[in-house]
């Protein structure tokens, strides 16, 4: 026994003693590296952050099932239901700026949110009913609360 824990300690001594990194706190994670390492992981993070860019920037495709349609398909479905093919109206956003200002809610007026858009089909109570893509991923019809709407557009 006493054999076993003199050799354990001699080993961790040993790897201790020859280990690469002394055991001083660091400001920066990439100090450790070697210079040429440093730079290929800056440059993977450039590379990433192109990626990343041109991502945000371009319309998501749906995998599994989509025929070709964006993942955030609200705006997609509106165009196809209203017979505008403009690919920039696949981001909700941008439907704010189509067409003309409605100035309020109403039956056959777009309602655009910063993150969803739909059509307003009829009212019940002190709420709209909304059709809309990509609502619980499906198409549908419902009344809705249109707070925090940012625009009312006739598309026409």
Same mark, same amino acid.
């Given at each position: 026994?006493?054999?076993k824990?003199v050799?354990?300690?001699?080993v ?11 055991a ?11 210079h *040429?390492?440093r730079?290929?992981?800056?440059g993977h ?9 041109a ?14 349609r ?26 704010a700026?189509?067409? *003309?200002?409605?100035? *309020? ?10 993150h ?10 002190s709420?709209?009913i909304?059709? *809309?893509?990509?609502d ?17 557009r006739?598309?026409?």
């Amino acid at each position: 026994m006493k054999k076993k824990l003199v050799a354990s300690l001699f080993v961790f001594a040993t790897v201790i003693a020859f280990a690469p990194h002394s055991a001083q706190a660091r400001g920066h994670r990439h100090q450790g590296f070697h210079h *040429s390492a440093r730079h290929a992981v800056q440059g993977h993070h450039a590379i990433s952050r192109a990626r990343g860019h041109a991502r945000r920037h371009a319309p998501r495709v749906a995998r599994a099932g989509g025929a070709g349609r964006p993942a955030a398909w609200c705006g997609w479905w509106l165009g196809q239901h209203l017979g505008i093919g403009d690919r920039k109206l696949w981001l909700a956003r941008n439907w704010a700026s189509i067409g *003309s200002n409605a100035g *309020s809610p109403g039956v056959g007026v777009v309602v655009v949110w910063p993150h969803h858009v739909g059509i307003i089909t009829g009212r019940v109570g002190s709420k709209w009913i909304v059709k *809309s893509g990509n609502d619980g991923r499906a198409v549908r019809e419902r009344p809705r609360s249109i707070s925090g709407a940012i625009a009312f557009r006739h598309a026409a």
